[in-house]
């Protein structure tokens, strides 16, 4: 007679076999599938209750971007100078549209520009400056860049947006790519990171995104990570950020002629249930010298 255990054992094999069939996949593919098993089910369409209804809808928030964490590059002490800001200024969340961490790209020479190697180790980096804000952070990452090519080039299936959320308590993952804030007055506000090259013309990349949305899939506040730029554009009827960086300029990105624009945001925002009445944007910029 058979055990219980081989009985279960032999059925679940069979349901394996029977979905391999239907699905006309082989061996390599099952191998692939239990490689990447783990990736986490991003959340989106995050709606937050904003504390501030009271005042007309009025919300401040700050903004850090393409952090890149774990590159030499980095720069720590412009995080330090904005969390003082952020507290000073009393912000009640920050955003971060993406590029927290490094990553490893497995591109010629990308190593040596490493200052913490490893997905362990820049993670325990990571955790350790995101610790010092004090805030509630709600963040993405993106798939294609840095953040994703521990899962999407090396198949390590280590997501860092997840596992950023279980090891820092104020820390939530809002999912990849894009994902939005919607506060208790109707203000939207979407984090979005692209995935293509930079452009000569500062401006142009926002223009084009804000062109490709149909009139009701707009947000009211757009952070765009990504580019390493900073700038403020309204743009049929959207209040656009690029959201700068805190990456100084790279040997790859001399390499592109393209600048890295160092610093963060603080943004205070008046709304209603139809969006934003009236914005003000601070940005402090930072320089290499």
């Known amino acids: 007679m058979a055990k219980l255990e081989q009985i279960i054992e032999e059925e679940e094999m069979v349901k394996v076999q029977s979905l391999m069939e239907k699905n006309d996949l082989t061996a390599e593919d099952i191998k692939r599938l239990?490689?990447?098993a783990g990736k986490g089910v991003p959340k989106t369409g995050i709606c937050k209750k904003m504390p501030y209804e009271k005042n007309n809808g009025y919300i401040k928030f700050g903004v850090l971007s393409d952090l890149h964490m774990g590159h030499k590059c980095y720069q720590p002490k412009i995080l330090e100078h904005a969390v003082k800001t952020f507290n000073k200024e009393k912000v009640e969340f920050v955003c971060i549209p993406g590029d927290i961490l490094e990553g490893m790209s497995g591109r010629e020479g990308h190593v040596y520009e490493l200052e913490q190697i490893g997905a362990t180790a820049q993670l325990k980096y990571g955790v350790?400056?995101?610790?010092?804000?004090?805030?509630?952070?709600?963040?993405?990452?993106a798939t294609n860049s840095h953040d994703g090519w521990f899962s999407s080039k090396n198949n390590m299936g280590f997501e860092v947006g997840p596992e950023l959320e279980r090891q820092v308590p104020n820390f939530e993952f809002l999912g990849y790519d894009e994902a939005e804030i919607v506060t208790k007055p109707g203000m939207k506000i979407r984090l979005s990171h692209p995935g293509d090259g930079t452009a000569y013309a500062i401006s142009y990349k926002l223009q084009?995104?804000?062109?490709?949305?149909?009139?009701?899939?707009?947000?009211?506040?757009?952070?765009?990570?990504?580019?390493?730029?900073?700038e403020y554009l309204f743009y049929r009827n959207v209040h656009a950020f690029d959201a700068g960086c805190l990456e100084a300029q790279t040997t790859f990105m001399k390499k592109k002629q393209t600048p890295a624009m160092l610093g963060y945001w603080v943004i205070e925002a008046w709304g209603n249930k139809k969006g934003v009445d009236r914005i003000r944007p601070m940005f402090v910029p930072f320089y290499e010298v």
């Not at 995101?130 to 709600?138: G, H, S, T, V």
């Not at 804000?210 to 899939?217: D, F, Q």
Request: zero cysteines; aromatic letters at 8%; charged letters at 25%.
């Open 34 to 36: 239990i490689k990447s």
């Open 128 to 141: 350790e400056q995101l610790k010092k804000i004090k805030q509630q952070i709600y963040a993405i990452t």
């Open 208 to 230: 084009k995104y804000l062109n490709a949305i149909s009139g009701g899939k707009k947000p009211d506040i757009l952070l765009q990570g990504h580019y390493h730029k900073a």
